[in-house]
């Protein structure tokens, strides 16, 4: 069964803090993803990976930034977080999208 | 890119009545459409999806067709259940990206 994993359920940080959302997986798949979900708006692609160390811009990447060390681990980098960066985030991983339980961030 | 519409935002039916959900995509270069139902508070679950090589597939009480030509793609539900309510997201995939629909809240009424 393939297990996504995603560091936080829930996370409350300050304006200007930066922010690390770590995803991991363990079917040993290449390709890796983070999304935004917001009402109204279903799942945005801020950005995803198809290799270690290989990264690339997905539809709203302005903010964030990722980094994919190992293969298994996805990190979203929030540089400096902002209140319009209150979101859902799920990470997935794999050609058809595991998704991880999400991480509530709430951005004061 | 991509553009992924989805139909309707919401949809009430009532027990045993059937549901459709129904997507539209831009770019002919996307060939795998996923279903996704997301229940309350739960993850994405990947309940059906499509390949551009094939035009229907059913899985029980699940089906879904797809229109290569008019560039669109539906879900149905039959006999519908309570525990059949939920978000469901289309997405449409080229392989590498996906583009998701904004999700249609479908209630099952007892």
């Known amino acids: 069964d393939v297990k996504v994993t995603q560091s936080s359920r829930y996370l409350v940080k300050r304006t200007g803090e930066k922010v690390f959302l770590e995803c991991v997986q363990d079917?040993?798949?290449?390709?890796m993803f983070w999304y935004r979900q917001d009402p109204g708006l279903g799942l945005r692609l801020i950005y995803f990976s198809y290799d270690v160390k290989m990264k690339e811009k997905g539809d709203i990447p302005e903010g964030y930034s990722v980094s994919r060390e190992k293969k298994e681990r996805f990190s979203l980098i929030l540089e400096s977080a902002s209140t319009n960066q209150t979101s859902m985030y799920l990470c997935a991983s794999g050609r058809t999208q595991y998704f991880g339980p999400g991480t509530r961030l709430l951005v004061l | 890119g991509e553009n992924v519409e989805q139909h309707p935002s919401t949809l009430s039916v009532q027990e045993g009545d059937s549901a459709v959900i129904k997507c539209t995509y831009s770019?002919?270069?996307?060939?795998?459409f996923p279903w996704y139902k997301q229940e309350l508070g739960k993850r994405p679950q990947l309940i059906i999806d499509i390949r551009s090589n094939v035009g229907e597939k059913k899985d029980q009480r699940i089906a879904v067709t797809l229109n290569k030509t008019a560039k669109h793609f539906s879900l149905h539900i039959t006999e519908t259940q309570p525990e059949d309510s939920a978000v469901y997201f289309c997405?449409?995939?080229?392989?590498?990206?996906?583009?998701f629909g904004t999700g249609t809240s479908l209630t099952v009424i007892p």
């Open positions: 079917m040993d798949h290449e390709n």
């Open positions: 770019d002919s270069a996307s060939n795998y």
């Open positions: 997405a449409a995939s080229n392989g590498n990206q996906f583009y």
